[in-house]
């Protein structure tokens, strides 16, 4: 998938999500949050000038946000990112409107929607989790221009071959028929046991 892909997926798939904000003592605050569009490389949202959620969003310039599809653990896909914002004001208000028609029902009329003001995630990176697919599905993206964190795990030169980190390892993600042996990031679960076990020290965390 390319990153707008991931981005669409929020917006269609999930829509609302969990956004996490932090607050004057440095507290961690979530609210759910509508994901409303979405373009090549950002994120709109919308909300009252009026709420805390806002006042969080002036001061600090950063989110960061979870969602989830799927009917129980097992069948989820789970995306998150975090990342930069701006204050965008009335404008792409109207378009967020049109494409979420609800929101009229609980904004109706022009004097009420006076209110509300449009936010962008314009930089940032995410993660892209799905557990319904056998073996798991994990990846990484980046947008608007931020570099893309590599998490994980990664085997060097040390590697002795001893496979130990095969037998510990709960998707079974490591090559063990090269050496250095080769962890496959894209079905890893980050679980460690590799980096706990590795008697050589050659698994290296990455992020």
Request: charged content about 25%.
């Amino acid at each position: 998938m390319e990153t707008k892909d991931y981005l669409a997926y929020i917006v269609h798939q999930i829509h609302s999500t969990v956004v996490a904000t932090v607050d004057d003592a440095g507290l961690p605050v979530t609210c759910a949050i509508d994901i409303m569009d979405y373009d090549d490389s950002s994120l709109y949202f919308l909300t009252a000038k009026g709420k805390r959620f806002y006042d969080r969003l002036k001061k600090k310039g950063f989110v960061a946000l979870t969602g989830m599809k799927g009917e129980s653990t097992m069948s989820c896909v789970a995306v998150s990112l975090r990342g930069k914002i701006r204050e965008l004001g009335p404008e792409r208000l109207e378009q967020l409107f049109e494409k979420n028609p609800y929101m009229y029902e609980i904004y109706p009329d022009a004097p009420a929607r006076s209110a509300l003001t449009v936010f962008q995630i314009y930089e940032g990176t995410g993660e892209w989790f799905d557990l319904s697919k056998k073996p798991l599905e994990r990846s990484s993206f980046a947008f608007g221009g931020a570099a893309e964190v590599k998490h994980g795990y990664y085997v060097t030169d040390k590697c002795i071959g001893c496979k130990l980190c095969y037998s510990k390892c709960p998707t079974k993600c490591i090559d063990i028929r090269v050496k250095p042996v080769v962890i496959h990031p894209e079905n890893c679960v980050h679980c460690g046991n590799c980096f706990e076990i590795c008697p050589a020290r050659a698994v290296i965390k990455l992020g």
